[in-house]
């Protein structure tokens, strides 16, 4: 062996020994700094991780937002501290973000990475922190992972707490509490209403029945065949389809065959088959009536897919209709009667009435309460 291929040997040798010595080193760096930071993740609390994690950027900051109410009772404050903090609300600033890209990667951006992967509406309730400061006034703090980013959070929160009070509707109050009462007083109105159902059921056919019952039961019966009619279509509609029939077997169904262009389109279609056994046809023909007729079958699947829909969708509708008439029935029996019917439905009937009448009351009371403050308040940021 020639002097420079030994020399070439050794310097192989002492590259592969620092190369496997630096592998290693590397190998012990990576593992301590994840035994650290496993370490670290189990002595700090559930709750308070996400927000100690944030702190530890030189670049967290903090926006201040001020909001003042006009009145001095603490019903005022303890509302807007409710509607800031409640879910219908993030939702709607959340739904802004999703709207616009680059504020939603400034703001939520830094916190939705592999690390801090979670719940958007849970990550946005954090950099949001509500306290009240006097009787009439509360401070809202914008955090963010940039100035840039807080002042564009505080920016969100004023033009949507504004809009958001301002186009309120009655079924979707903004504030938490006003919310709960809204959904207590609707269960026990549709608590009612089945019974209703139930109780006129129960009380069909007495002789005290007023003209207008009858009238209502007749309706009731009539729909209860429209009903069944559509139910025997709705059989026969399965039994092709669990049987493998010829699809044109749903065209023999009358919702089916009388529904939007089907007939049309089934004409169209037979007469294209027809054309295609003419064997006196050139080849451009051919194959212009062979797309013709995957073009307009296409179609005519579409139809009867729709009509089967219209039909299912008009039971629906025809059940609902006889919930409501059964409904107006029990509201036309007279109270002399419904006073004298002692039945285990009628008794639970008149405890849940004296429930849904508190409930309204609350409701309603609240309602009032919230309005006032709706138009006497003023949101603002506080320049630093």
């Known amino acids: 062996m020639q002097t420079w291929h030994c020399i070439a040997l050794i310097i192989l ?64 404050i303890s509302f807007h501290e409710e509607s800031l903090e409640s879910k219908l609300f993030l939702n709607t600033l959340l739904d802004e973000l999703e ?5 939603h990667d400034m703001i939520l951006g830094p916190f939705t990475n592999e690390i801090f992967s979670g719940n958007k509406l849970e990550i946005l309730s954090s950099l949001i922190s509500v306290q009240a400061k006097s009787e009439n ?33 009655i079924d979707t109050p903004l504030p938490e509490s006003l919310f709960e009462k809204l959904e207590t007083l609707r269960k026990y109105e549709e608590q009612m209403d089945d019974l209703k159902v139930i109780i006129q059921e129960e009380m069909a056919g007495t002789p005290e029945e007023s003209f207008e019952v009858m009238a209502i039961r007749s309706e009731i019966m009539q729909v209860d065949q429209d009903v069944e009619g559509f139910k025997q279509h709705l059989l026969q509609i399965d039994q092709i389809h669990k049987d493998g029939k010829n699809p044109n077997e749903y065209l023999h169904i009358p919702p089916i065959r009388d529904y939007g262009q089907v007939s049309q ?10 054309m295609r056994l003419d064997r006196t046809l050139n080849e451009f023909t051919r194959n212009q009536v062979e797309e013709n007729i995957l073009i307009n079958s296409k179609e005519l699947e579409k139809e009867v897919i729709s009509a089967i829909e219209e039909i299912k969708q008009s039971v629906a509708q025809l059940l609902s209709k006889k919930k409501s008439l059964q409904q107006s029935a029990f509201d036309y029996l007279a109270e002399a009667k419904l006073s004298r019917t002692k039945t285990l439905h009628m008794d639970r009937y008149n405890k849940i009435k004296e429930l849904a009448l508190e409930a309204k009351k609350q409701y309603e009371d609240a309602t009032l309460l919230w309005m006032s403050c709706k138009s006497s308040f003023s949101l603002y940021r506080v320049v630093q």
């Open 137 to 169: 006034s509360l401070h809202i703090i914008c955090k963010g992972h940039s100035l840039r980013a807080a002042n564009l959070l505080s920016e969100l929160i004023v033009r949507n707490y504004n809009r958001s009070v301002t186009s309120e509707s």
């Open 265 to 274: 389109l089934a004409d169209i279609l037979e007469q294209l088959k027809s």
């Open 13 to 76: 040798s002492i590259a592969v020994f620092f190369y496997a010595s630096f592998v290693d080193d590397i190998k012990n760096t990576a593992e301590s700094s994840l035994l650290a930071l496993s370490e670290n993740s189990q002595q700090i609390p559930q709750e308070d991780k996400f927000m100690q994690d944030q702190n530890l950027s030189s670049t967290w900051a903090e926006v201040l937002l001020v909001l003042d109410s006009s009145l001095e009772e603490d019903f005022a």
């Open 99 to 103: 709207k616009a890209p680059v504020a």
